[in-house]
T-cell receptor
Framework: DTAVSQTPKYLVTQMGNDKSIKCEQN?????MYWYKQDSKKFLKIMFS???????INETVPNRFSPKSPDKAHLNLHINSLELGDSAVYFC???????????????FGPGTRLTVL | SQKIEQNSEALNIQEGKTATLTCNYT??????LQWYRQDPGRGPVFLLL?????KEKRKERLKVTFDTTLKQSLFHITASQPADSATYLC??????????????FGTGTLLAVQP
């Protein structure tokens, strides 16, 4: 069984389009994340949700909007796509420990977004 | 702000040798530090976590050390195998004085184990 799944795996689209990436985790975790990995393989956090509440919101253009319908799902919607948005986007989840501090994060397989 | 430095050059070693990867951070000691493995076209996979009050952690052929004086973590793979070839990422919690659940990742070191 896949722990953290993302769809689609590949996404090729034109500049200016709006697209969504979906993420689901079946681990029962209460925290989910979106990361962006650029062409230099640098992995950077974008957003984090805990029990459907936004808790981390990095300096990301407001064209990016995460949505969490329930704690098992965290989707990423991107408006007006730009060339610089091309990257691999990873969803992840973790269970926040009592007293603070997350343990391990479980990553999805990634979505490779190419903006033409 | 906290920064992580990993050797960006690939590490090539012979099968059977011990691989040692380095992770240095620039600022305050994090509540914990983690190591992940990433294969091409896949998401990172967690390997080990070490907390600031721990000096060393082991799991099978893997060993991680954490030296808060040197601001450094070392990741060792003993008796390395070609299947260990991958990129290894160091990550730490950004929080100061406590964990925040926000991980900062290094750029990773590519390990190539030659048969």
């Amino acid at each position: 069984d896949t722990a953290v799944s993302q769809t689609p795996k590949y996404l090729v689209t034109q500049m200016g389009n709006d697209k969504s990436i979906k993420c689901e985790q079946n681990l029962g975790h209460d925290t989910m994340y979106w990361y962006k990995q650029d062409s230099k393989k640098f992995l950077k956090i974008m957003f984090s949700y805990n029990n459907k509440e936004l808790i981390i919101n990095e300096t990301v253009p407001n064209r990016f909007s995460p949505k969490s319908p329930d704690k098992a799902h965290l989707n990423l919607h991107i408006n007006s796509l730009e060339l610089g948005d091309s990257a691999v986007y990873f969803c992840a989840s973790s269970q926040v420990r009592r007293g603070g501090g997350a343990d391990t994060q479980y990553f999805g397989p990634g979505t490779r977004l190419t903006v033409l | 702000s906290q920064k992580i430095e990993q050797n960006s050059e690939a590490l090539n070693i012979q099968e059977g040798k011990t691989a040692t990867l380095t992770c240095n951070y620039t600022n305050y000691s994090p509540a914990y530090l983690q190591w992940y493995r990433q294969d091409p076209g896949r998401g990172p996979v967690f390997l080990l976590l070490i907390r600031e009050n721990e000096k060393e952690k082991r799991k099978e052929r893997l060993k991680v050390t954490f030296d808060t004086t040197l601001k450094q973590s070392l990741f060792h793979i003993t008796a390395s195998q070609p299947a260990d070839s991958a990129t290894y990422l160091c990550a730490l919690d950004e929080g100061y004085g406590g964990a925040t659940n926000k991980l900062i990742f290094g750029t990773g070191t590519l390990l190539a184990v030659q048969p």
